[in-house]
C-alpha cells in the first residue's frame, strides 16, 4: 500500500469511528509511518509504506488515546519533542509564554532561568536553546522526568533536576522563573475531554481551586528571584485575577490573552 492509499484508509477509519479531526490525524499517522513531516505528503504520495503499523496507530488513536502519546512525539516552538504516556502534552498557547519570555530574556546577559513544573521541557528546552543563559528545570515525575531527559540530550545550559517544587534547592537567585503548572481544580478532572483524561492527573490537578502551585511560586519562589526579576506563568482563562491577588510578592502584574482571545498568561516583576 502507499502512503495516499494509507492516508485514505486511515480518514475513512477514523471517521467511521466518529474520531473528531480524522483527516488531520490520519495524515499525521501515515507520515509518521513514512518517516516524513506532514508538509512532504504530496511529494511521497506513490511511496510504499507498511500499513500494518498505521493500522496499530489507527487503533490506538481510536481507543481514546491522545495523538500526540501515539505519535511519540510532538512539535512545539521550534523543536520537536518526545511525549508519551506520564507526561504533559505540549500545546500551542504555551509556545505564546515562550515567545513573550524569549522576548525578554534577550535583553539579558548570562541570565539565570528557572522552569517550575518542567514536564517534557518543552518551555525551559526551548528558553534554553535561545539563551546564554543557566535554564535550570525542575520537574516531580519520575515519568515525566524520563522524557525531559532525552529532550534535553545536547542541550548544555540546561540543568535538570528531579523533585517537588515545595522543596529546597541549591540554585543561584533567578533573573527569570516560567512556569506552566498544574491549574485545573480537582472536581474538574473527571468531567474533561477523554484525550486529556489520558494525560498524567500530576500534570493537571492544581488543588481545590487550581491555585495551589500558584502559591508554592509566590511564597516560596518569590525568595529565590533577584529584585525586578521577571515572573512568566500560564493560568486558566478565568483565573487572572484569583492569580494577581496571590501573586502579593510582585508587582506590574499583567493579564495577557492568548491568540483565542483568553486570559491565558501572567506576567509579573519581583518587588
Known amino acids: 500500500m502507499n502512503l495516499k492509499q494509507a492516508y485514505s ?140 531527559e532525552k529532550n534535553s540530550k545536547g542541550i548544555n545550559n540546561a540543568k535538570l533536576i528531579n523533585g517537588d517544587i515545595a522543596d529546597s534547592f541549591d540554585i543561584p537567585p533567578a533573573d527569570v522563573i516560567i512556569s506552566n503548572p498544574p491549574y485545573i481544580r480537582t472536581e474538574e478532572i473527571s468531567v474533561l475531554q477523554s484525550e486529556v483524561q489520558s494525560e498524567p492527573v500530576m500534570a493537571l490537578d492544581g488543588g481545590k481551586d487550581g491555585l495551589d502551585f500558584y502559591r508554592i511560586i509566590n511564597d516560596k519562589w518569590s525568595a529565590e528571584m533577584k529584585k525586578g526579576a521577571k515572573l512568566f506563568l500560564e493560568i486558566g482563562n478565568e483565573q487572572g485575577n484569583d492569580v494577581k491577588s496571590i501573586l502579593t510578592e510582585f508587582e506590574n502584574i499583567e493579564i495577557i490573552k492568548d491568540i483565542y482571545g483568553n486570559s491565558r498568561m501572567v506576567v509579573a516583576d519581583k518587588r
Open 9 to 148: 484508509y486511515g480518514v475513512q477509519f477514523l471517521k467511521t469511528n466518529n474520531v473528531d479531526e480524522a483527516d488531520f490525524k490520519a495524515l499525521c499517522i501515515a507520515c509518521s509511518v513514512a518517516g516524513i513531516n506532514n508538509s512532504e505528503y504530496l511529494a511521497h504520495i506513490n511511496d510504499d509504506i507498511i500499513i500494518s503499523r498505521v493500522a496499530k496507530m489507527l487503533w490506538r488513536v481510536k481507543s481514546g488515546e491522545p495523538l500526540q502519546y501515539v505519535l511519540g512525539k510532538w512539535d512545539f516552538y521550534e523543536s520537536e519533542f518526545y511525549v508519551g504516556e506520564g507526561v504533559l502534552i505540549p500545546r500551542p498557547e504555551t509556545e505564546e509564554l515562550v515567545d513573550l519570555a524569549v522576548k525578554y530574556i534577550a535583553k539579558l546577559d548570562n541570565p539565570v532561568i528557572v522552569d517550575l513544573c518542567a514536564g517534557s521541557g518543552c518551555i525551559g528546552l526551548s528558553l534554553a536553546k535561545k539563551t546564554n543563559g543557566t535554564v535550570y528545570l525542575i520537574e516531580k515525575s519520575a515519568d515525566a522526568f524520563k522524557y525531559l
